[in-house]
């Protein structure tokens, strides 16, 4: 089999191949057929010699976009070190100076009280971590999640994602998994629209403090500050400080997922500073090992009343991850990326807003930093009580391949998979986002042609 695969080349040999021996649980591939030879910066460049620009990034993943020297630099001299590339968790000068990176990244009160640790390296690991984290902590058992949240796809991080297509034919989820209500103007559960976050935070505090209310006290409440997976909704600000406010007075440690949203993406170094508020525990992941696989928990101190081996994972101690993302840090903070990704992100939006008022199927812009989303709706429907327009998932994933076909790589997320996501790499230009924008326009024009929207 190994010569076959030598021998094969082009786009349409080894996507044959994929699907003949990959699982059919794969996802991308079916909404982004290439296969891909070659990567730098924002560019992809397929088996067949075509060049996309990268707006997907590995989903957040990839800070620095692909193969940055930066990070080229400091996984060689891993290599020519001859430390060892796996140590569970035994301790290495790279990992303590990965260590020192991250708590210098951190705002100061935070990182003064902090403990890590490393986990397995994928974020949902990490939010198994931080889950036994706070019930050891606490002895509770209950835990409170967002409805639109994203967590992971294991079978205790299924239980606290507000995603129902995964888990419709998984039974015997975690049990003490409950469900708030995420505040998300365009549609908002309580439809009322932009002030939906004060009934939000309302409803939470009365509903920790009901003696009714049906719900122990909680171990934890996990919260996006900005939703990813969930459709790139940014959470007001305000509502995180009326969060932070009600978890604190009941002793609720407030678990921030920041798998995503890290690391610049938001404008900020981490998204939770854009509230000024700080988390009892932080999860990283993506961009956090500078491109190659690693996760952490941050948290404060006072949580740290687990046992030795409550959490163990065979693969915590990635050296050229911890190397990696040492220099990613590094490289975000002394070439300002989160102002940087902060200045284009409010461009992007300007921008986007602008094709709204040309197109018809546009129905919201929203975002934080370089993490933004373009709800696509049906305007040949009713309205709802607040004007907004149905989802219409069709002409999203016309949009995507529309997209594809004219070399941008974009992700389809969201509430009925109908909202475009844009995750490019912190280093994208103005120039870059131009042309991606152009791309965009014209892609969604040639969509509602085809859908008869024009």
């Not at 939010?127 to 002895?139: N, R, S, W």
């Not at 919260?223 to 009941?250: C, F, H, M, N, Y």
């Not at 992941?285 to 190659?292: E, F, R, V």
């Amino acid at each position: 089999m190994q010569a076959t695969v030598q021998t094969r080349s082009g786009n349409e040999a080894l996507l044959s191949m994929q699907e003949k021996r990959e699982s059919n649980a794969r996802s991308y591939p079916r909404r982004l057929p290439l296969a891909i030879q070659r990567a730098e910066g924002i560019y992809v460049t397929d088996m067949d010699g075509k060049q996309y620009i990268d707006c997907l990034a590995g989903a957040g993943t990839l800070a620095l976009g692909h193969n940055h020297a930066i990070v080229r630099e400091a996984i060689e001299g891993v290599l020519q070190s001859y430390i060892p590339l796996h140590t569970l968790d035994l301790t290495t000068p790279v990992k303590e100076a990965f260590i020192d990176e991250v708590f210098a990244s951190l705002p100061p009160s935070f990182a003064e009280k902090a403990k890590i640790h490393f986990c397995g390296p994928t974020g949902a690991d990490a939010v198994e971590a931080a889950l036994k984290l706070v019930k050891t902590a606490t002895g509770n058992r209950s835990i409170l999640s967002f409805q639109g949240g994203y967590h992971g796809s294991t079978h205790g991080t299924l239980s606290i994602t507000g995603t129902l297509g995964p888990k419709k034919n998984i039974h015997a989820l975690v049990p003490d998994a409950h469900f708030l209500p995420y505040p998300y103007e365009y549609r908002c559960p309580f439809g009322v629209g932009k002030e939906g976050h004060r009934i939000g935070t309302t409803y939470i505090e009365n509903l920790l403090d009901d003696p009714e209310g049906g719900i122990v006290k909680p171990a934890g409440i996990v919260v996006e500050v900005v939703q990813g997976e969930g459709g790139s909704i940014p959470a007001p600000i305000e509502w995180l400080k009326e969060l932070r406010r009600i978890t604190k007075e009941r002793d609720i440690p407030l678990i921030i997922d920041e798998v995503q949203t890290g690391i610049g993406r938001t404008g900020k170094m981490f998204a939770f500073e854009h509230a000024g508020i700080e988390p009892d525990v932080l999860v990283l992941s993506k961009a956090i090992g500078g491109s190659l696989p690693l996760s952490v928990v941050v948290y404060d101190r006072r949580l740290d009343q687990w046992e030795p081996g409550t959490h163990i994972g065979t693969f915590r101690g990635n050296q050229m991850a911890m190397a990696a993302g040492q220099a990613t840090l590094r490289f975000v903070k002394e070439n300002h990326l989160p102002e940087h990704a902060n200045e284009m992100g409010t461009y992007v939006m300007t921008q986007l807003k602008g094709i709204q008022k040309q197109v018809s199927s546009i129905g919201e812009v929203r975002g934080r930093g370089l993490m933004i989303g373009v709800e696509i709706i049906n305007p040949t429907k009713q309205p709802n009580q607040l004007g907004s327009y149905p989802a219409y998932s069709e002409l999203a994933k016309k949009i995507q391949q529309e997209c594809f076909n004219r070399g941008v790589i974009l992700e389809v997320g969201g509430r009925f998979g109908t909202v475009i996501r844009l995750l490019p790499p912190l280093i994208i230009s103005k120039e870059q986002i131009d042309e991606v924008l152009q791309r965009f326009q014209e892609a969604i024009i040639s969509a509602e042609s085809q859908l008869g929207l024009r």
